[in-house]
Structures are given as structure tokens and as C-alpha cells.
């Protein structure tokens, strides 16, 4: 008896000992990579090199073998690779002993100031084994920038078309301080970074592409530059007083624009004009007892794309509100959800509300919503709500509104590609938005071309 079970001990650890000495050759074998970016950034405010890592784990009870660990760009790439001290482009039949790692040590070198270098540089490695693939993306700043980590603007300031401006952390336009950013300027916000305006912010682009002024997140490379929420947003806080925007871009935010309070002086808190909003995972435009005037203004794609709350004072004019399901955010919100109360201790708590929309567009499809445009009255302060001219798609017209609007006629964009993410909001020779206007003195549309003096078309864009 003793000398089976000494037989069946001895086999046992024979096959334990075989089985960590053989290879794992499965393809649900399971490979930890300990990052899947690696990220340069700061330290190209003057040329130099630095060096990023990740490790490559065998998670198995058996040995693993990495047949490839390639950077892709091979000997032209900026990026150089290093795996236990040797240098190379690609290492193959790499054995990993079980719940071993292995550490792979990147280095970048550039010079920020080569005009000639584009203003991010990406490579790759790939990571092989057992038929299955895992990559590390790397990105770093090919071009100097203005990087600003927890900036506070203290005095005002100007911003010019010289360097993109990279935040970090987050930026404060302080009270009573301005931030004026001239045309072209490209705004880069890191994904923990509001930007925070207390005093007053000036965008000042301007119509053609390359002058229009763009915020968005820093992640540049592909998948992330279309991902939503990719940076917080920015804020209009309660001192913030003349703002406005002009022929901006505002894309990828988690809410696109927050403004709260009423203005401290006649003006509204914030102007927009000509300005694009878009991909925003909470909201495009969110709203508490303010004010906002907008011309010529997309919101699109968001999750909810206007969210006007707690009463208030509102102007938009010639607008596209417009959202379909994507393989980002799904269409489950109205595109306009007015009301004129909030709660406090669950108590609703009423506040006046003046708004008016004119020749504008809220639409919305392949989502689970019927009625676009929500407005909740509440208690008995100023209630006065204005849909003048438009098409709005809606089951019901809204209570407590007076409106001049065409019900559930599609509006008929140009072209809507959700699953590409391509969407282009200019009618279409057939749409029943053209000529549907009223004059309400806008002589020009989103693209900065001219709208005519009698019958313009509704929304944002003109047809030409």
C-alpha cells in the first residue's frame, strides 16, 4: 500500500513537473500586458528623450511563447525598443516561464522645435503568441506645445495660433480676468481636466476651417480621438460674465458646455455664435437658472443634447439639435428638455423662464425617443416659452408653449453614417427645412456663407 502511494506521488509530481516545463499552446492562454498606451508628454517642452515601460506577464501554470514582439514602425520609427538591455525592432520565440514577466523599455527622442514633424507621433508594438494578438500604443508630442498643468489665469491673457495649448489637470479663468483665444487656436484637454471659467472667456475664430478655434481631448490616436467624454467639459461658473464663443468646435467632452446662475449684469452669460457641439456623453449644453443666446449653433450627438433646467433666459436661433445612435452613445434622451424648476430637499423650487427658438431643427432617430422637445411647468413664476418656426419631431406638441412648428417632417440631411460616425447636417436639395424660415436678421449661417433677407432655411446650414 505505501509503495503505490509513493508510486502515485512520484507521478504526480513528475506530471506537475512536466506540465510546467512543457508550453501552453492554447489561444485562450492568458497574457497580461500592463498597459495599453504608453504616453510621452511633457517633456517636449525642449528636445530630449525619456523612456516609458510596461511589463509582458505569463498569467499561466505552464510556459508561454511569445512568437513575435514587434515595433511596428521598425528602425524609421522615433520610438526605440529595449528587452533586457538589447536593443532591437523585433524579438521572436520569446520563452515565459509560468507567472514570469518580462519588462520592455520604450524610448522616444525628438526634437519639439522640427516644424516638419507632424504634432503627434504614434508607433505600435505587437505582442504575438498562440495565433492571438495584444498591442501597446505609443503617442507622444512630435511638435512643441504650450502645456499648461493646473494653469490659473490671474491676469488675462491671450492666446494665439503659435502652439497648440495642452492642458493638464485642469485651467481657471479666475473672476474678473479674461481669456481671449485668437482664431485657429487648437485646445487639447487631458482626460481629467475641466476647463473652468469663473471671469470671462473670448473665442474668437472665424469662419474658415483652419481659423475655427477647436477644443477636444488629447488623445489623438485612433480609437480614442472619437471617443465621447474624453475630457470633462467646460464650466461657466457663477461670476463668469461676456462670454462668448465664435466659430468654435467643442467635440468629445463629457458635458460639453455647464453654465449656472443667472448672469451678474444685462448681458447673457454666454453667446455662442457659429459654433459646432458635438459627441458630448452627458450633454452638449447643460443649463441651471442662466442664460444663453445661440445663432447658427449644432448640437449633435449627445446624450442629452440640451438640458435647460431650473428656469432661466434663452435665445436660440437658427440651431440644429439632432442626435442618432452611434456605436458611442445611444439616442435615449430628447434633444430638448426644458423646465422651469429644480428640487431642493426634494421640494421643487420654481425660477422665472423666458425662452425662445427660432427657425430651428430638433430631430432625432434610431433611438427609443418620441417626443424631442420636453418642457415641465411647475408652480406659477414667469413661464414663457416661444417655438417659432421650425420642425420638431414630437408625439405630442408640448403643453405651456406657443409654437409655429412643422410636426415629424424629417428634415432630410445630406448624409447620416452612424456606424462610420459620418454625419453631415446640411439639407438636402429635397428637405422641407428650405425657405420654411422667418427673417429674424441672421445674415450668414454656420459656415460663415450668406443667408437670404426674406424666406431663410431652418437650422444651422444654408443650402447654397
Known amino acids: 500500500m505505501r509503495f503505490s502511494f509513493l508510486i502515485i506521488l512520484i507521478t504526480g509530481l513528475f506530471w506537475v513537473s512536466c506540465k510546467k516545463d512543457s508550453f501552453i499552446s492554447s489561444p485562450e492562454a492568458r497574457l497580461i500586458v500592463t498597459a495599453d498606451t504608453l504616453k510621452y508628454d511633457t517633456v517636449f517642452v525642449s528636445a530630449g528623450s525619456t523612456y516609458r515601460q510596461f511589463r509582458v506577464i505569463n498569467d499561466n501554470d505552464q510556459k508561454l511563447r511569445i512568437s513575435s514582439l514587434r515595433l511596428m514602425g521598425g528602425a524609421s520609427s522615433v520610438f526605440k525598443m529595449n528587452l533586457d538591455g538589447v536593443s532591437g525592432t523585433e524579438f521572436t520565440n520569446l520563452e515565459l516561464a509560468a507567472h514570469d514577466s518580462l519588462y520592455v523599455f520604450m524610448q522616444v527622442n525628438v526634437d519639439p522645435s522640427a516644424i516638419n514633424q507632424p504634432f503627434v507621433l504614434r508607433d505600435s508594438v505587437r505582442i504575438s503568441y498562440n495565433g492571438k494578438t495584444s498591442w501597446v500604443q505609443l503617442e507622444a508630442w512630435g511638435q ?234 411647475n408652480g406659477n413664476t414667469l413661464f414663457n416659452v416661444l417655438f417659432d418656426y421650425g420642425i420638431w419631431k414630437a408625439g405630442t406638441t408640448p403643453a405651456n408653449v406657443t409654437s409655429n412648428q412643422m410636426l415629424n417632417q424629417n428634415p432630410l440631411f445630406e448624409n447620416l453614417d452612424p456606424f462610420n460616425n459620418g454625419y453631415n447636417f446640411h439639407l438636402s436639395s429635397s428637405s422641407p427645412a428650405l425657405n420654411k424660415g422667418t427673417n429674424a436678421g441672421v445674415i450668414l449661417d454656420l459656415d460663415g456663407k450668406p443667408r437670404p433677407v426674406g424666406l431663410p432655411d431652418l437650422g444651422c446650414f444654408e443650402k447654397q
Not at 457641439?277 to 452638449?284: P, T
Not at 439632432?322 to 425660477?351: C, D, M, W
Open 144 to 377: 512643441n506645445a504650450h502645456f499648461l498643468r493646473d494653469h490659473i489665469v490671474n491676469s488675462s491673457e491671450t492666446w494665439n495660433n503659435d502652439k497648440p495649448y495642452v492642458i493638464l489637470g485642469s485651467l481657471l479663468v479666475n473672476t474678473n480676468q479674461t481669456l481671449t483665444i485668437n482664431k485657429g487656436c487648437r485646445i487639447y484637454m487631458h482626460a481629467d481636466a475641466p476647463f473652468i471659467v469663473d471671469g470671462t472667456l473670448q473665442v474668437n475664430g472665424l469662419k474658415d476651417t483652419i481659423d475655427r478655434v477647436v477644443f477636444s481631448g488629447d488623445r489623438l490616436d485612433e480609437p480614442f480621438k472619437d471617443y465621447p467624454a474624453s475630457w470633462p467639459g467646460i464650466y461657466f461658473l457663477s461670476n463668469a460674465k461676456n462670454n462668448q464663443v465664435n466659430f468654435a468646435m467643442i467635440r468629445n467632452a463629457y458635458q460639453s458646455l455647464g453654465v449656472i446662475d443667472p448672469s451678474v449684469n444685462a448681458n447673457p452669460k454666454l453667446v455662442l455664435n457659429e459654433t459646432i457641439i458635438d459627441n458630448g456623453y452627458d450633454a452638449g449644453i447643460i443649463s441651471s437658472n442662466s442664460s444663453i443666446q445661440a445663432r447658427n449653433c449644432l448640437i449633435s450627438n449627445c446624450g442629452k443634447n440640451l438640458l435647460l433646467t431650473k428656469g432661466g433666459n434663452y435665445q436660440f436661433t437658427h440651431c440644429t439639435v439632432a442626435s442618432y445612435s452611434n456605436r458611442f452613445i445611444s439616442h435615449k434622451e430628447p434633444v430638448v428638455q426644458l423646465t422651469n424648476f429644480g428640487y431642493n430637499n426634494n421640494t421643487p423650487v420654481s425660477n422665472n423662464l423666458t425662452a425662445v427658438f427660432r427657425n430651428c431643427i430638433f430631430w432625432g432617430e434610431t433611438g427609443l425617443v418620441t417626443d424631442e422637445v420636453v418642457v415641465i411647468k
